[in-house]
Nanobody, 115 residues
């Protein structure tokens, strides 16, 4: 059974940093495009960052220059390094794995930015 397990969320002060991890199992990780999405209360889920199987990256406009996505195919893990965090970054962050005709989601990890 495919599993995407996120970790690393929590409470952080404005201006702080966090690193999220998403460990994948039961997929050929290296062929999947991976992404991080987030959903704040009352808002639609939005793309935060993505990285293709070929290591091309894409970022949402609101996080460009502050967040960095990376992947380690040897560990079947994708990371999201978040810096200069703002209260508006508060959301549940979800990991996504996608390949032709298949898509999987993690359960999400809460990130709260507050003083």
């Amino acid at each position: 059974q495919v599993q995407l397990v996120e970790s690393g969320g929590g409470l952080v002060q404005p201006g702080g940093s966090l690193r999220l991890s998403c460990a994948a199992s039961e997929i050929i990780f290296s062929i999947y495009d991976m992404g991080w999405y987030r959903q704040a209360p009352g808002k639609a889920r939005e793309l935060v960052a993505s990285i293709t199987s070929g290591y091309s990256t894409n970022y949402g406009d609101s996080v460009k220059g502050r967040f960095a996505i990376s992947r380690d195919n040897a560990k079947n893990t994708v990371y999201l390094r978040m810096s200069s965090l703002k209260p508006e970054d508060t959301a549940v962050y979800y990991c996504n794995a996608r390949v032709t005709r298949r898509e999987y989601w993690g359960q999400g990890t809460q990130v709260t930015v507050s003083s």
